[in-house]
């Protein structure tokens, strides 16, 4: 069973607009870390912004920000004023127990 | 700050032979974490290496194995490569274990190809 799912495979985006990337995971565990990584065609796998499952409040980094969402299992990721250099493969991650799950990415392409 | 290196960036390797990729982790980190990342299957974890013990192991046969060293520098050996295990694959390094610690940095990553 997939642990981390993100259903959108490829999203395109103008640039200096909004788009926000989907994961769902699953675990029955009450406190974990979820994170979301960009890999950009260079290949170095950076980290983008991660969540606390224990804290509300939605985490912010800049002009990326996540819509978590605990009981539906949603962790989203929402990138404002879309730049050129956001372009990349964009994972969700999730620990479970001491084991780094990945989604399968959603490839994201700012166009001029 | 010197990032998680690894070494070689590249390889070519016949069906097989065995190989051995090696990973430099960020001075002061303790933990090792390997992954298989193909298009197909996007990243799979391998297993992470703690204080010189493997501490977890994803789902892989017996070919795929590791080691740490005491300066924390980890190496990977697949033995009697098959043609599936052309990938990249990353290593990450983080201060404690990969659950515990609140973030991974990652390499660029080894790229395998298996002929």
């Keep these: 069973a ?11 985006v103008q640039e200096a607009e909004t788009v926000t990337l989907s994961c769902t995971y699953d675990t029955s565990e009450s406190n974990y870390y979820l994170f979301w990584y960009k890999q950009p065609p260079s290949r170095q796998m950076i980290l983008v912004i991660r969540q606390e499952a224990y804290k509300q409040q939605n985490a912010t980094e800049n002009r990326f920000s996540v819509n978590f969402q605990k009981a539906a299992k949603s962790f989203s990721l929402k990138i404002s004023d879309s730049q050129l250099g956001d372009t990349a493969m964009y994972f969700c991650a999730f620990i479970r127990g001491n084991q780094f799950y990945f989604g399968t990415g959603t490839s994201l392409t700012v166009i001029p | ?41 996007g990243l799979q974890f391998l297993f992470e290496y703690f204080s010189e013990t493997q501490r977890n192991k994803g789902n892989f046969p017996g070919r795929f194995s590791g080691r740490q060293f005491s300066n924390s520098r980890s190496e ?12 990249l694959y990353l290593c990450a390094s983080s201060t404690g274990l990969a659950g515990v610690s609140d973030t991974q940095y990652f390499g660029p990553g080894t790229r395998l190809t298996v002929l």
């Design chain 1, 2 to 12: 997939q642990t981390v799912t993100q259903s959108q495979p490829e999203m395109s």
């Design chain 2, 76 to 87: 990977m050996n697949v033995s009697t490569l098959e043609l599936g295990d052309s990938a």
């Design chain 2, 1 to 41: 700050k010197a990032g998680v290196t690894q070494t070689p960036r590249y390889l070519i390797k016949t069906r097989g032979q065995q190989v051995t990729l090696s990973c430099s982790p960020i001075s002061g980190h303790r933990s090792v974490s390997w992954y298989q990342q193909t298009p197909g299957q």
